[in-house]
């Protein structure tokens, strides 16, 4: 793949938690790119080291060997500042939980990433993904006044409008109802489609997978298979693949 192509990369990555006896391996030798304006879906079974991968190419989680890039920006090796940098100026975040703040209106936590960063938010841009997410007539709510649905909306909103590099979903309708996280779901395939948004999302949902353009099938803290332009029950037949009892059984004996 070429350079400009490639949002995030991890090379040769290696993750373990822990030491001696109690040492769990997530991650070994993981090697993935992940294409610019496109929608990637990490699955696998629990445990199978989905998160820590996100953790990982997001520098929200240290590696144990081996290399993270977002952009051109290596990010293993990042000291603190750098990593708050990247945090701040790379990347998005939309976790299954919405964390939005309590205090604060819809329009304020949209904001908000953008004022502490210091940057004013592009006016067209910022109309553009209001209107995409429906939001107008719900800027000024709290998120106690909105439904789930709605929060996460203002969640997705908050990643996108800083037009990072890439955005990392953790299980973004994991707190939804089907119809609010089918919302959720075209909306940040449209993101992508129509304004080159890069998203990886972390499900265990194949419904939600189906929306992604290429999928990435994890087990054991290695990456099994990939499937592009996924339908909800080839995934499901993959998965199925992945939860073997011999997969179970080496799971119990690290
Ligand atoms: P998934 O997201 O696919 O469910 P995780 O990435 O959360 O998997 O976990 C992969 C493996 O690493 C699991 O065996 C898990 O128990 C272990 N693990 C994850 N986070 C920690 C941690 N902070 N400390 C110790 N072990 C962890």
Same mark, same amino acid.
């Given at each position: 793949m070429d350079a400009t192509e490639v949002a995030a990369r991890a090379?040769?990555?290696?993750?373990?938690?822990?030491?001696?006896?109690?040492?769990?391996?997530?991650?070994?030798? +993981?090697n993935v790119e992940l294409e610019r304006s496109r929608f990637t879906a990490i699955?696998?079974?629990?445990?199978?080291?989905?998160?820590?991968?996100?953790?990982?190419l997001?520098?929200? %989680?240290?590696?144990?060997?081996?290399?993270?890039h977002i952009g051109?920006?290596? +990010? /293993?090796?990042?000291?603190?500042?750098?990593?708050?940098?990247?945090?701040?100026?790379?990347?998005?975040?939309?976790?299954?939980?919405? !964390?939005?703040?309590?205090? @604060?209106? #819809?329009?304020? !936590?949209?904001?908000?990433? @953008?004022?502490?960063?210091?940057?004013?938010?592009?006016?067209?841009?910022?109309?553009?993904?209001? %209107? /995409?997410? !429906?939001?107008?007539?719900?800027?000024?709510?709290?998120?106690?006044?909105?439904?789930?649905?709605?929060?996460?909306? +203002?969640?997705?909103?908050?990643?996108?409008?800083?037009?990072?590099e890439v955005v990392f979903?953790?299980?973004?309708?994991?707190?939804?109802?089907?119809?609010?996280?089918?919302?959720?779901?075209?909306?940040?395939r449209?993101s992508v489609r129509?304004?080159g948004q890069t998203i990886v999302m972390?499900?265990?949902?194949? !419904?939600?997978?189906?929306?992604a353009d290429r999928v990435i099938?994890?087990?054991?803290?290695?990456i099994?298979?990939e499937m592009r332009d996924p /339908?909800?029950?080839? +995934?499901?037949?993959?998965?199925?693949?992945?939860?073997?009892?011999? #997969?179970? /059984?080496?799971?119990?004996?690290?």
């Amino acid at each position: 793949m070429d350079a400009t192509e490639v949002a995030a990369r991890a090379t040769d990555l290696y993750k373990t938690y822990g030491s001696g006896e109690a040492q769990v391996i997530a991650l070994r030798e +993981v090697n993935v790119e992940l294409e610019r304006s496109r929608f990637t879906a990490i699955m696998g079974p629990s445990g199978s080291g989905k998160s820590t991968l996100m953790h990982c190419l997001a520098g929200l %989680d240290s590696v144990s060997r081996g290399q993270v890039h977002i952009g051109d920006t290596q +990010v /293993t090796g990042l000291g603190d500042a750098g990593l708050t940098k990247l945090r701040r100026d790379k990347v998005g975040f939309i976790f299954q939980q919405f !964390n939005l703040l309590p205090t @604060l209106t #819809a329009a304020e !936590n949209i904001l908000l990433p @953008l004022s502490i960063a210091g940057r004013k938010p592009d006016r067209e841009w910022y109309d553009t993904v209001i %209107d /995409t997410v !429906n939001l107008r007539d719900r800027l000024g709510h709290r998120p106690a006044q909105l439904s789930g649905g709605q929060q996460q909306r +203002v969640a997705c909103a908050r990643a996108l409008v800083a037009r990072p590099e890439v955005v990392f979903a953790d299980e973004p309708t994991g707190n939804l109802d089907s119809r609010s996280g089918a919302e959720i779901l075209s909306f940040l395939r449209r993101s992508v489609r129509d304004y080159g948004q890069t998203i990886v999302m972390v499900t265990h949902d194949p !419904n939600a997978a189906s929306y992604a353009d290429r999928v990435i099938f994890l087990a054991d803290g290695q990456i099994v298979d990939e499937m592009r332009d996924p /339908t909800a029950e080839a +995934v499901l037949d993959r998965l199925k693949g992945l939860d073997t009892p011999a #997969a179970a /059984t080496a799971k119990g004996e690290r």
